[in-house]
Nanobody
Framework: QVQLVESGGGLVQAGGSLNLSCAAS????????MGWNRQAPGKQREFVATILLSSGRTNYADSVKGRFTISRDNAKNTVYLQMNSLKPEDTAVYYCRLTVMSGYPYWGQGTQVTVSS
């Protein structure tokens, strides 16, 4: 069983920064990738960023490229999302996602990010 614990959300003014983290724990699984999705009120959950744990290869949604940076600490099974130049439209609940080698995804409980104008 996989447990994901997220932290780092909060309230910030437009142009500010936040750093989210997500730590995975449990046993009996091998991680393929970790990443973040987000869901704004009244909208569907959307992809934000992902990172392959073996290679460190990253992928970003166009809306966050150049502003967000995803990184990982393999020893700690932890992924980070550094969010800079935040905009009000970045306001959402951010969910950590862990995908194991079989392709099955696990989700965190979500952390609220609110960007005021």
């Amino acid at each position: 069983q996989v447990q994901l614990v997220e932290s780092g959300g909060g309230l910030v003014q437009a142009g500010g920064s936040l750093n989210l983290s997500c730590a995975a724990s449990g046993s009996g699984f091998s991680i393929n990738s970790m990443g973040w999705n987000r869901q704004a009120p009244g909208k569907q959950r959307e992809f934000v960023a992902t990172i392959l744990l073996s290679s460190g290869r990253t992928n970003y949604a166009d809306s966050v490229k150049g502003r967000f940076t995803i990184s990982r600490d393999n020893a700690k099974n932890t992924v980070y999302l550094q969010m800079n130049s935040l905009k009000p439209e970045d306001t959402a609940v951010y969910y950590c996602r862990l995908t194991v080698m079989s392709g099955y995804p696990y989700w965190g409980q979500g952390t609220q990010v609110t960007v005021s104008s």
